[in-house]
């Protein structure tokens, strides 16, 4: 999967906690994103960053923050978590846009977190 | 903003027979669409993607989409359905400016044996 590491793969928190999600890859890709997938919702973008400490909101942005310090990382954070943010977190990453324009996007595997 | 609408949450279809998944995207200016797959418990994987190189676009394991601007549509094809081929399947069209992917709400692909 091109080098894409989400990690945790798994996270039960409690309400009002914050946490930290990380994205890490080792293509170098200068597009990074991040979605979450709910049943009846497919994937909704959060935030993506087009470059190192250059970030902008998705759609449902609200209760998120974000972070790009290096190339490699993407970190994604719940400033206090709230039941409505149990989802599946993907992680996403495209390299710069080739001769054809658009590459299509390099998903993780994932991180399920259950606030509860 | 763009968006996909998928008809259909959960298709079945027997095997070895035509698989079609549905996708009609709402664009004022030709888009870039896409179609993912996902396995149970993994991330996305690109089949296939139309960049207006060519209306009939051919992916992995089989799979097509042709892009019909007349119709709005990005429909997914294979001629014979295959027991892996059970999974989840998501459209995607891009914003304009190409920096925001919009995914469909995805079609649960069942194959009966």
């Known amino acids: 999967d091109a080098g894409i590491t989400q990690s945790p793969r798994h996270k039960v928190t409690e309400t009002g906690t914050p946490v930290t999600l990380r994205c890490h890859q080792t293509?170098?890709?200068?597009?990074m994103y991040w979605y979450r997938q709910d049943p009846g919702h497919g994937l909704r973008l959060i935030h993506y960053s087009y470059g190192v400490k250059d970030t902008d909101k998705g759609e449902v942005s609200d209760g998120y923050s974000v972070s790009r310090s290096k190339t490699e990382d993407f970190l994604l954070t719940l400033e206090s978590a709230t039941s409505s943010q149990t989802s599946v977190y993907f992680c996403?990453?495209?390299?710069?846009?080739?001769?054809?324009?658009?590459?299509?996007?390099?998903f993780g595997s994932g991180t399920r977190l259950t606030v509860v | 903003a763009q968006s996909v609408t998928q008809l259909g949450s959960h298709v079945s279809v027997s095997e070895g027979a035509l698989v079609l998944l549905r996708c009609n995207y709402s664009s004022s200016v030709p888009p870039y669409l896409f179609w993912y797959v996902q396995y149970p418990n993994q991330g996305l994987q690109l089949l296939l993607k139309?960049?207006?190189?060519?209306?009939l676009v051919k992916g992995i394991n089989g799979f097509e989409a042709e892009f019909k601007k007349s119709e709005t549509s990005f429909h997914l094809t294979k001629p014979s359905a295959h027991m892996s081929d059970a999974a989840e399947y998501f459209c995607?069209?891009?914003?304009?400016?190409?920096?925001?992917?919009?995914f469909g709400t995805g079609t649960s692909l069942t194959v009966i044996p």
């Open positions: 996403a990453t495209e390299t710069d846009r080739g001769r054809l324009g658009l590459e299509g996007y390099t």
């Open positions: 995607a069209v891009s914003s304009n400016t190409g920096n925001q992917f919009y």
């Open positions: 293509e170098n890709h200068r597009y």
């Open positions: 139309y960049t207006s190189a060519a209306t």
